[in-house]
């Protein structure tokens, strides 16, 4: 089977499901061709995919009309690729004004196509818009909202991010024809060989261990909050912020409040770490909290912090939104899913802590069969390969 991949982001990709999943797992299994824009060298090119790069300009803010032209260069090269070889599966991700020109195509230069949407693109676009009264920008969303329910409402393959988002859509729209819903997995196959390679022990102390974005979204000053209640029961505790965000303020933010309640002894912000320093930290902890917040952003998104938690061997606390709901009955360690409140969570850290709890190879291996790109990637091909 030959993919055609139209990738939103620049190369290398920060996404570790089109690091993967795409550009390794389905490379392994279909002959991938891959659009995108590139930033920095190629060092990291993989061997089986078929890179069409087109070179961007830096990422600073005056860069950023030039880069949108770049990206339609891409577009056009993909589509002009695709009326060559209509044998491919085009599959363009996570941008509705390109995945509505190339589904438009497709009726007249008879290829196969397939969106994939893996966040409410529009939607969350529009929110952001409204809460910095920018009309421009509202405009912009509007439009992309419009694209995606064409897109939705097209009898075409849709892949969307989580069965919440495949349920919300189908609900919405009456939808019949059918759509996959292809949640984050882990890189299983990678962690198993930096826990061989560096066969981490606990630390002395108990760390807990929240680690992803730490942009004004995630409301970091909730965990911050739920810490607190947890020292006053268990004081030598410590906490552990592995990551950054894209708005340096927001990181700001957290550490003037880290200081403001006089924890700067207790808890630690990181920064952006590499995925090797990140998972050296968080290996060492005693537990890991996956708090994710609850709007109808996060409600229908498929985060990796849960599962990434049990492959790393480390007792994860997390948000009851749908996916972690789902996964963690699956892995059958639904005690370990609480309500987004202060005190519930609190608790149950204390109590996790409390009991020793730790992760079992019996709830790995599930995780594995459930989560790791290898299966997910079966779970893709094969539904590419029914695309008539």
Same mark, same amino acid.
């Given at each position: ?6 990738? $939103? ?19 392994? !299994? ?7 824009? $590139? ?21 600073? &803010? ?89 897109? !939705? ?5 849709? =892949?969307? !991010?989580?069965? &919440? ?46 680690? &992803? ?46 200081? $403001? ?13 590499? $995925? ?52 963690? !009955? ?6 370990? =899913? ?21 992760? &079992?190879?019996?709830? =790995? ?24």
């Amino acid at each position: 089977m030959n993919i055609c991949f139209l990738s $939103r982001e620049e190369y290398p990709s920060y996404r570790e499901d089109v690091a993967t999943l795409i550009e390794k797992e389905l490379a392994s !299994q279909c002959n991938v061709t891959f659009f995108s824009r $590139r930033y920095g060298d190629r060092k990291n090119i993989n061997n089986n995919v078929c890179y069409k790069l087109t070179n961007c300009f830096d990422k600073k &803010g005056q860069y950023n009309v030039l880069n949108r032209f770049v990206q339609i260069v891409v577009l056009i090269k993909f589509i002009f690729y695709l009326i060559k070889h209509s044998d491919n599966v085009a599959v363009v991700r996570d941008d509705p004004l390109s995945g509505y020109f190339v589904f438009l195509l497709s009726k007249i230069f008879k290829y196969k196509f397939c969106y994939w949407m893996s966040f409410l693109n529009g939607e969350m676009q529009l929110n952001d818009a409204i809460e910095k009264e920018c009309r421009k920008r509202m405009l912009l969303a509007k439009i992309s909202i419009w694209l995606e329910k064409k897109l !939705q409402l097209s009898p075409n393959n849709f =892949i969307v !991010q989580s069965e &919440g988002m495949k349920a919300l859509i189908k609900e919405n729209f009456n939808i019949k024809h059918n759509i996959l819903a292809l949640p984050m997995g882990v890189n299983f196959k990678a962690i198993d060989r930096f826990l061989k390679s560096v066969n981490p022990e606990k630390s002395k102390d108990i760390i807990i261990t929240y680690m &992803g974005s730490v942009d004004y979204s995630r409301n970091i000053n909730f965990v911050i909050e739920v810490f607190e209640e947890v020292i006053k029961k268990q004081p030598n505790c410590k906490l552990l912020l592995i990551g950054g965000s894209v708005n340096s303020s927001s990181e700001k933010d957290i550490l003037e409040n880290i200081k $403001r309640k006089k924890l700067e002894l207790k808890v630690t912000l990181t920064g952006h770490l590499t $995925r090797q320093k990140a998972w050296e930290l968080f290996s060492t902890s005693s537990l890991s909290i996956s708090y994710i917040p609850r709007n109808k952003f996060f409600d229908v998104s498929s985060p990796t912090k849960f599962i990434e938690s049990i492959a790393l061997k480390v007792p994860v606390v997390a948000s009851d939104i749908p996916d972690q709901v789902h996964l963690a !009955q699956k892995l059958g360690v639904s005690e370990m =899913i609480v309500n987004n409140n202060i005190h519930d969570f609190s608790d149950k850290i204390i109590e996790t802590i409390l009991n020793n709890t730790v992760v &079992g190879n019996d709830v =790995i291996n599930i995780a594995k069969q459930e989560r790791s790109y290898s299966k997910l990637c079966l779970d893709l091909t094969s539904y590419l390969s029914e695309i008539t």
